[in-house]
């Protein structure tokens, strides 16, 4: 049975030439900086960025949390977005691993109010803690895929200059973000101190994320990697797709949000369905269950006989995400699916 697998874009395989690069990459031992393929891969991501220097990690987690561990000390306080990855999917890295503690701000659409951030600032106070850093999403996960426009992050970075506090954004879909407002990477993150994304996301790369900003951040966070035991060796075998996802990935994303287009309308016709509006859709879909109807670990149960796999956020919430290894035939078909399983259990007026 052929499988249709909207639960997220990590999902993506890697392409033949990622296959063919990894083969022939040249490699050495990254620890000793030796390995030219991840060497190229960090200089053409600072370069794309308009950054000074990168560094590449296993993961977007590890990214957020080499960054966020860069950039403050125990006790200090991180603004965060309440429905942000870094808050509420990094397994309290932050506390954890950093000793630090978020101050979440309401982030319904994806972005906090400018006030409300500027009052969380904290200010010179024996009891407060220090407020380290502020992070923003682009584009934002649980906010439904939006694309924050370049407008709003220069907004909050005015802010963060104001105080002399670090812009850190969780960049793990950017390119998507870039394509959606048709705005160029370094130009959507001119303002912000650093950023991470992802390659193994939409760019379909199977493995790893980079880390974005100035050279002595960049070094700092390069011995935070070591100390987490992300130093790794002949890394270059899993850079050389990120350098195809870089050089080759990127313009095709428009497809993917062509595609998340489609599924929202034709899912805004089913009985029993609520499709959640986004002032700029990406690449994800989310859709709320009408008590009526049937709920969505017993939709993903349906679904998953007919060999579609959507992901169940909660009871009454789904996410579905497009990505290149689903086609438009395939997101008709899943849509098709979605409407008879609601739709011929529907309890609802
Ligand atoms: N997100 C995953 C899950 O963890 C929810 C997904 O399927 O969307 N930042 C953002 C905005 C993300 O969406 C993710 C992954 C990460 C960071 C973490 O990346 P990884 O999975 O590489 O650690």
């Known amino acids: ?97 950093s000793g630090v503690q978020a ?23 024996i009891h407060f803690p220090k407020t380290a850093l502020i992070t923003l999403e682009n584009t934002h996960n649980r906010a439904g895929g939006v694309a924050l426009s370049k407008e709003y992050i220069d907004e909050v970075a005015n802010i963060a200059d104001k105080y002399g506090i670090p ?7 950017i390119f998507n973000a870039c394509i959606a407002l048709a705005v160029s990477p370094a130009k959507m993150v001119e303002r912000v101190d650093a950023l991470m994304f992802c390659l193994s996301k939409g760019l379909s790369a199977p493995i790893g994320s980079v880390i974005v ?20 060796r002949q890394a270059g075998v899993i850079a050389a797709c990120g350098i195809v996802a870089l050089n080759k990935m990127v313009d ?6 062509e595609n998340a287009e489609l599924l929202a309308k034709e899912l805004s016709e089913v009985k029993g369905i609520i499709v959640e509006p986004v002032a700029v859709r990406t690449n994800m879909v989310y859709f709320m269950l009408l008590p009526g109807a049937i709920d969505a670990p017993e939709l993903a149960k349906r679904l998953l006989e007919r060999g579609i796999k959507i992901g169940v956020v909660s009871k009454r919430r789904v996410r579905l995400v497009t990505h290149k290894d689903v086609l438009k035939e395939d997101v008709i078909e899943a849509a098709k699916a979605i409407k008879e399983v609601v739709e011929s259990t529907w309890r609802g007026e």
Do not use: C, W
Request: proline fraction near 2%; charged fraction near 30%.
């Open 1 to 97: 049975m052929k499988i249709i697998d909207l639960r997220s874009d990590t999902v993506t395989l890697p392409t033949d030439e990622m296959r063919e690069a990894m083969m022939k990459a040249k490699v050495g031992d990254d620890v000793y900086r030796e390995d030219p393929t991840v060497n190229e891969l960090e200089e053409l991501a600072a370069s794309i960025f308009n950054k000074e220097a990168a560094l590449f990690v296993v993961s977007g987690t590890m990214a957020n949390q080499v960054s966020i561990m860069t950039y403050t000390q125990r006790g200090d306080e991180v603004i965060v977005g309440k429905n942000s990855h870094i808050y509420n999917y990094e397994v309290g890295a932050m506390a954890a691993l």
């Open 103 to 125: 101050f979440p701000l309401n982030d319904e659409n994806g972005m906090f109010s400018l006030d409300e951030l500027e009052s969380a600032i904290r200010s010179e106070n």
């Open 167 to 173: 812009v850190y954004l969780d960049g793990a879909r």
């Open 213 to 232: 900003g100035k050279r002595d951040f960049i070094e700092r966070a390069r011995k935070m990697r070591k100390r987490l035991g992300g130093g790794m």
């Open 252 to 257: 095709r994303l428009k497809e993917d949000h």
